[in-house]
Every structure is written in C-alpha cells, then in structure tokens.
C-alpha cells in the first residue's frame, strides 16, 4: 500500500499552539456526540498515541541492544516482539494492528477488496483498544471502545487521527515524548470541564487547588490515598511535586477508588499516561458501599469529595464513624470521617470541602467537628478565594489533619493543642469572566505560612508570626470558645487598613468636589447626546 500523504496542517511549533490545534481539530469531531462520549474518544486517542510512541521508542532501544550484542536481522525479528522486553520497560506491548503507525497508514479506512473486508477507522480504533487491553491484563476493562458508533463522524475522526499522527512526539526520548502527552492529556481534562460545567465535578479538580494540597502536605515517599480519585490529579500532581525537588516517584505507592464508571477509566488512562503504577481497584465502586482498600494505612490523603452529597450509602453501626455518625442528608463528615480512618500513625491529609462543613450544627455535625477538634485532629484549615472550580459555585476550603502535631520529623515546632487558621480569600486572580485561579507566589504564600508554623525543613529558617487578615495560629480554647466554627476569618481578624495621610477633613472636600465634578460632566455628555438624536430625526 503506497504511503499516505501528510496532512496539510502545518506541525505546531510551540507547546500552546500544540494544544489550540489539536483541541480545535477535536472540537470539529462532536457533532451529536454527548459529553461524556466525545471526552472518551479524545482522550483515548492521546492515550493510544501515548502508548504506541512509547512502544515504539522502546522498539528502537532493544533494536540497538540487540545489535550490540552482535545479533543479525533475523535473531532481531525474533527476539524483538518479545512482550517480557516491554513490559520490563515500563511500556505496554501493543500488537502490530493497534499501532499507531497501522491506523495513521489506515486512517480513511480499509476498503472492501477481493479478500478484504470493509472496516472504518472507528472499527480499527476499537479493535486496537480490545487488542491493547488483551496484550496488558493491567489494562483490562480500562479503555474506550466507542470509536465506531453512529454518532461518530468517521471521516473527522479519521483527520484527527491525520493531525495526532503530524504531531511529532517521538524522537524526543521516552520521558519527555510522556510529558508532552501527559500535559495534552492534562489539558484536555480542564478543557473538557469547563465545556462540561457542573457535571464535570466528578472528575476534575482545578490544578491549583490540587497543588495547594501537596505543596502543603509534601509526599515525597509512602503510600498516597484518594478515596475519591476522579481522573487522577491528585497522583499526577504528586508525581510532578516529587519531580521538581529532585525525588523519586517510584518511592511512591497510589490507592484510590472512583464509584463513577467512566470517571475511573479516565483515571487508569491518566496514571499510564504518566508513568504511575497505581492501585484504583479492580473494578469503579462506591467508597462508603464497598471500600476497595480496606486494610490500607495511608502516610497521605489527597482528596476533593463532591460537595454536601444527599443521596449516600449510609450505615449507621460502620465503624468507621469513630466521631459520630454523618447525617442521612450530608455525607460531608461521612467523607472526612472515612479520610481520618484511613490515616497511618504519622499520616497527614488535606481534604476539600464546601464552605458549611466548617460551622454546620444539623444532624449532629457540631458534634462530630468538635469530637475531631478535641482529639487534636484538625491542623490546618484554608478558606479559598471564590471562583477556582468552574464546575461549583459553592465556596469551598482546605482541611488537613495530622495525626501527629508534636515536634519531630513532620516538623521542629511542637503545635499539639493549635491549629492554624489561613483566609486566602482574597488571593488569586481571574482568568476570565467566571473563573479564577491561583498564581505560584499565592501558592507558596498559602504553603510557606504552614511550613513555617509547623517548623518543616521547607520553611527554610522563617519564624512564624500571625498576620491580621490572613493567618492565625489558635488554641483548642480558642476554638472551644467560639463554639467549634472553623472558618478562618472569625479568627484572623481583618487586615490592618493602610492610611495615606490625608486628613478625612481635606479627603470629604476632595472627593465631594470630585463627585460633583463628575455630575457636570454627565449633564454635559447628556445634552450632547440629546442634540445628536434630535438631529437625526
């Protein structure tokens, strides 16, 4: 078959450009398609773009291994598709049919020829998935298989297939060909969420948000926990954390557990993608219904539970509810309960929630938070700036837990009996209309703050002081007297107001004559307009 021509679109150049073109070209392929539907196949193309360059890329290593070692051509063609060789790479073997370079050659289809059976590229698509998954018991059950639905224009599918395959990821060397699709990947999930809104919640939590539990937490090592892992970016940003200061992710072990379906496919695809070995169950499953790990003891807990959820599978005598038992109407504390449960004798947990779960009294909640509060659970508590999850409008913060406060080597200052309060509201910035994020330096304001109560080595020397406004380190008396509200802003107070030193005197004149000012000037402006209009009639 002659090869077939490349595609008239030009291979971006940039990473951003990257991305606007490979999303526009994805956004032609909708059509009728649902959300939920459209997301899978995308994002399952970038995952088998992903695995077959890294297949690939290994090909060629053992290629030049085995000529070292004085093999001749037919000794390679031998050896070469020996599964235990990729597998040992950290790779997935992917069979000749659902290999990238078979379906970019058969992108248009396979025409119907003496012999030959008509197949749509969807049709080629799925079989590749059914043929990864077969060759890699660890994918199995794990990969979009809806490539060849009526709802699918197969001739849009086949140019993006076309773009994905003018997109250069290989030659770059394995690592950095896995960084660049995994950020696609990555970018692909936040742009799916905002297209999606509200009912993207379940599986992404805005990248900021996540970055604010691990610089807080710092999981370098142990076993890291998501009892509610939506599409895994919790583990993702772990990854990159330990990364950036120099560790080893493989000192890293992930569990986690997603109820949704489709939700826990995308976050098996997401850790391979990735390179991370994890353990989200065998099968997607309700977390209070059927714990999936129920002897795990996590170091860490990262997690973003849906917020003030109704409808939960609730049984009173679970023994997990060591505090008290969560409410019929809230899994709220079901979920903070379940995390405290989880945690190993020094383990630590960062947990978003919604706003009211810091000073809720129904169903015996006031309770249950004073019962954590007095067992020295609580550490830390942040209120987020409004607007960082496109997908609820609720106000959300941070808590975290430590079930060790005393100095040692989770930090140099002995804070047993403390908590500190962080009211970052007022941090951030917006990044358009409806949403708002947070910058690095906000980032490390919120983490530096902490690791500087704590006494941590990434404080690096900086000594703790309250800050009106923003941070305040309270007793259990303190908390006690104000009736077991946890929302940061009873206790930091307000921020002191920066005088200028105009005397309010001469400042009333001034801005009264200002104002009037602006009052003649709106006249003026309104005569003008009115002798316009009546020109024109």
């Not at 979009?144 to 060397?173: A, K």
């Not at 849906?306 to 109407?329: E, L, M, Q, Y």
Request: aromatic share 10%; hydrophobic share 40%; with cysteine.
């Amino acid at each position: 078959m002659p090869p077939r021509k490349k595609s008239a679109v030009s291979a971006p150049s940039t990473m951003k450009e990257l991305k606007d073109t490979l999303w526009k070209a994805a956004d032609k392929l909708r059509g009728s398609m649902d959300a939920s539907q459209y997301k899978d196949v995308i994002l399952g193309l970038v995952f088998l773009k992903y695995v077959s360059d890294a297949f690939d890329e290994r090909r060629g290593q053992i290629r030049e291994e085995l000529l070292a070692e004085g093999m001749n051509e037919d000794q390679i063609s031998f050896l070469i598709d020996d599964e235990d060789e990729y597998v040992g790479g950290t790779v997935f073997y992917v069979s000749e049919t659902a290999r990238w370079s078979y379906l970019a050659q058969n992108a248009k289809g396979i025409q119907e020829a003496p012999g030959v059976q008509a197949r749509s590229i969807g049709e080629l698509l799925d079989g590749a998935m059914r043929e990864l998954m077969k060759s890699n018991s660890n994918l199995a059950g794990t990969l979009p298989t809806g490539f060849n639905t009526v709802s699918v224009d197969q001739r849009r599918l086949g140019e993006l297939v076309d773009l994905f395959n003018d997109t250069r990821f290989t030659g770059l060397g394995a690592t950095k060909a896995r960084d660049l699709l995994g950020e696609v990947y990555e970018f692909f999930l936040e742009k799916f969420a905002r297209a999606e809104g509200k009912n993207a919640g379940e599986f992404y939590t805005p990248a900021c948000v996540v970055r604010v539990l691990v610089e807080m937490l710092e999981p370098y090592s142990g076993r890291v926990y998501d009892p509610c892992c939506g599409s895994g970016g919790m583990f993702v940003q772990t990854e990159k954390f330990i990364e950036r200061h120099g560790g080893n992710p493989t000192e890293v072990a992930v569990y986690g557990q997603e109820s949704n379906e489709r939700t826990w496919r995308l976050a098996k695809m997401n850790l391979a993608i990735h390179g991370i070995t994890g353990n989200l169950g065998d099968r997607w499953e309700d977390t209070f219904a059927q714990d999936k790990h129920p002897d795990l003891l996590a170091d860490f807990i990262l997690a973003n539970p849906p917020f003030n959820i109704k409808d939960w599978t609730r049984k009173a005598d679970d023994k997990r509810w060591k505090f008290g038992v969560p409410p019929v109407s809230n899994a709220n504390y079901a979920w903070i309960q379940h995390i405290v449960s989880k945690l190993a004798e020094r383990g630590s947990a960062g947990v978003v929630m919604a706003n009211g779960s810091m000073l809720s009294n129904s169903g015996g909640e006031r309770e249950i938070r004073a019962r954590l509060v007095e067992a020295d659970l609580v550490s830390c508590m942040v209120a987020l700036p409004t607007q960082l999850f496109r997908t609820a409008a609720i106000p959300a913060c941070v808590w975290f837990f430590a079930k060790v406060k005393s100095n040692g080597p989770k930090g140099s200052v002995d804070r047993q009996g403390q908590v500190l309060f962080v009211d970052a509201r007022n941090l951030g910035h917006m990044v358009d209309r409806t949403e708002r994020t947070l910058s690095d330096d906000d980032i490390a304001k919120i983490a530096g703050t902490f690791h500087a109560w704590r006494g941590t080595e990434s404080a690096n020397g900086a000594v703790y002081e309250d800050e009106a406004g923003f941070c305040y380190s309270a007793t259990l008396a303190d908390i006690k007297e104000a009736d077991y509200a946890l929302t940061p802003g009873r206790y930091v107070g307000a921020a002191p107001i920066e005088e200028d030193g105009e005397p309010i005197g001469e400042k009333l004149e001034r801005l009264t004559k200002e104002l009037f000012e602006q009052f003649d000037e709106s006249a003026r402006l309104q005569s003008v307009v009115r002798a316009q209009l009546e020109r024109l009639s």
